[in-house]
């Protein structure tokens, strides 16, 4: 999709952080660290939590409940929404229909109907509404994706995830704390290894007896991805002992060769004759670094970043998906899932302008992404 963009007028870009909680902090300290951008507001249902973080800068930045009125007041050209899931959808629309291109966390938004909806507002004003999903932004991820390349295409790609946390909160609380949580980060990453989007999964979600977490803390689920390679997702956040690293542990077969990442060192590839890696490009950074200089790199350019919201829906449908073949112990096509998103947007869509883009969309035979 075409956007608007901010040329490089030789000063840095003005941003106003919406959500100051734990990730918020973490957000804090990037925009801190990066020349490219300027924080000029903070936003939070909590006025007093912003408050005491704007205080303990050294410079005055505007505070407030509102991600609008902020930018308004103090010239924030770019919002970054660092709120809670629910909170995705009102923050992001409001700040796209003020003419604010926003930079938002992990997953899109509570659903994938919520998600269509943000495509379309993205669309109807022209604005970038772009996720950050962070784990994309690592050099080894990058150099496994080169490994797999020069493998053939791959036949079988693999995560295994297992770890131990004890959060308490939220998380021990959700129904599908493994799945929507945690996996849709390797689901994402599956999708950039893989380039392509998936067609269908098989899930099964369980909770083991000596869970700590309410809702299913395991599952396994196959996916049929684009080109007919199968993507394997097997975890669990009460397997004690022998934890994988927070990336999963990963293992690619193609026809020739295979390549192995276990998340926290550099991949390994044994690939047969003389086929090699190319090492190629790298993320402009670590982590949310790298997606906020992402951000920046696509206002400045108009080049579409990873995590354009109309990419970025697909890794939350992979999770919803699985979350309904859990369910329904049967295989569930996306195809169908999208279809039923679109039409959950259009039932519950609020603006009238938004639902003529769905519609638009529904009677072209459904959403192409
Ligand atoms: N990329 C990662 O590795 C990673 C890690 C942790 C969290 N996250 C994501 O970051 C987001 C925030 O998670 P968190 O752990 O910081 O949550 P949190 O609950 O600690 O903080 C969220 C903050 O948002 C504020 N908020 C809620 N609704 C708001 C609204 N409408 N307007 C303004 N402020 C509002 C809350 O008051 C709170 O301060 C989530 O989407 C989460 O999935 C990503």
Redesign the pocket.
Known sequence: MNFRTIPDDGQPLKVVL???????QAWLRAIEGCPEVELVGL????VA?AQAIADGLDRRVTVG?D?VAVAAISGGQAVID????V??H??TTASLFAGLPVLG???VASTVAQGLSLAAASEITGELFMV?Q??RYNDQLWEFKEQIAAIGPAGVLTTEFFKAPHFGGFRDEMDHPLLL?MAV?QLDSARYLLGGDPISVYCEEYNPSWSWYRGDAGCTAIFEMAGGARYVFTGSWCSPGLETSWNGSWRASGEHGSALWNGDQAPEVEALGSTQPIAGARPLGDG?DGSLREFVHALRTGETPMGEVHENVYSLAMVEAAIESGRRRARVVLADVMTAALDTALETEAREDVSVVLKSWQASGGYRG
Request: aromatic fraction near 0%; hydrophobic fraction near 40%; glycine fraction near 12%.
């Open positions: 919406v959500g100051v909680g734990g990730m918020g936003v939070d249902l909590n939590a409940a991600a660092v709120t809670v899931p909170a995705h009102p923050v966390e992990k997953p950050s962070s784990r949580d980060h949310i």
